[in-house]
């Protein structure tokens, strides 16, 4: 989730940085924490039995997320990966390769890159 955090951050600060160009971080920093504190504010005063959950908001703003890990770690990543909307392409290590897992996880990791060399 913190990484989901700051492609949120990041998204918002591209926002902000494409009309006014010359902002210095100090001042996106600022604007971002007003943002938040806003969007707070909204979801307090909003009497709508509607729950929002942040694993509805896709962050596109990552390009790709590496993620080295065992393959018996796998099957715990893999939903995570799902669950955290970050619409990014996702690498992986070579122990990424074992079919039995990839064929059980595919809903999750489709379209994964992971390296192996034989």
Do not use: C
């Amino acid at each position: 989730m913190n990484i989901k955090r700051k492609g949120l951050k990041l998204a918002f600060t591209d926002s902000i940085l494409t009309t006014h160009p010359n902002a210095t971080e100090l001042e996106l920093d600022s604007l971002y924490l007003d943002h938040v504190k806003l969007e707070q504010e909204k979801i307090a005063k909003s009497k709508s039995s509607t729950k929002i959950d942040s694993a509805d908001i896709p962050v596109t703003s990552i390009g790709g997320i590496f993620i080295p890990i065992f393959k018996e770690d796998l099957p715990f990543i893999a939903p995570q990966i799902a669950y955290s909307n970050i619409q990014a392409q996702y690498l992986g290590n070579k122990d990424w390769y074992d079919p039995e897992s990839l064929k059980k996880n595919k809903n999750y990791i489709n379209g994964s890159l992971y390296i192996t060399i034989f």
